[in-house]
């Protein structure tokens, strides 16, 4: 299989001054052109041993600090940042030939910031982050499902639902963004950030 892209380029001259900028722009598009989750985001992190792995994961918010997601601190993906708190996030627009990736550390979201994100989830979702043990070994579904209806049992609808505390948010700290954008003949633009001191090297990259 093999598409030809037949997009507007990508130039030096017309891209923001900081990749948070340049993000705010792409997303935006993404949002206006119809992209299914466009806050949909490919996660790679690695354990102490070396050892990969990826899952896609939500955005949830992002700024100047970093780029954040929410999950279960005992996940694969958090024992991972545990031991090893790097990671790399993918954002596939296909649909518009595009593609970022942010590489860097990782940090803890605090607290009330987490807080004020949980209580605007909903009243099923903050269930659902009591009842599943994220990435542990269940017999089967049935199990999971007796938990979630006693929780549902203990707090009904309209009840306030407290945060997990081994659930939480991670800022992954932005180290470089590439912004990809397909070209024909394979001839790719790819345009990265390196962060450099309090501001930004933009270099180009062969496809």
Request: proline share 6%; charged share 25%; glycine share 10%.
């Amino acid at each position: 299989m093999r598409k030809q892209y037949q997009h507007d380029g990508l130039s030096e001259d017309k891209i923001a001054a900081d990749p948070v900028a340049q993000f705010a722009d792409w997303f935006h598009e993404a949002v206006q052109a119809g992209v299914e989750e466009p806050n949909a985001m490919v996660l790679s992190t690695a354990d102490a041993a070396g050892r990969p792995g990826s899952r896609t994961v939500l955005l949830k918010g992002f700024d100047r600090r970093g780029f954040v997601f929410y999950t279960n601190y005992g996940s694969r993906k958090g024992t991972d940042l545990a031991a090893n708190p790097q990671a790399s996030v993918l954002f596939p627009w296909i649909a518009l030939a595009r593609q970022v990736i942010i590489g860097g550390r990782v940090e803890k979201v605090g607290r009330d910031e987490t807080a004020a994100y949980f209580r605007t989830r909903p009243h099923g979702s903050q269930l659902g982050a009591w009842a599943s043990e994220q990435s542990s070994p269940i017999a089967d579904r049935g199990v999971l499902e007796q938990r979630y209806a006693d929780l549902e049992a203990r707090y009904p609808e309209g009840e306030g639902v407290p945060v997990p505390p081994f659930w939480g948010g991670y800022r992954v700290v932005p180290e470089t963004v590439e912004f990809w954008q397909g070209r024909a003949n394979r001839l790719h633009d790819r345009l990265r950030y390196v962060a450099d001191g309090e501001g930004w090297q933009l270099e180009r990259l062969c496809p």
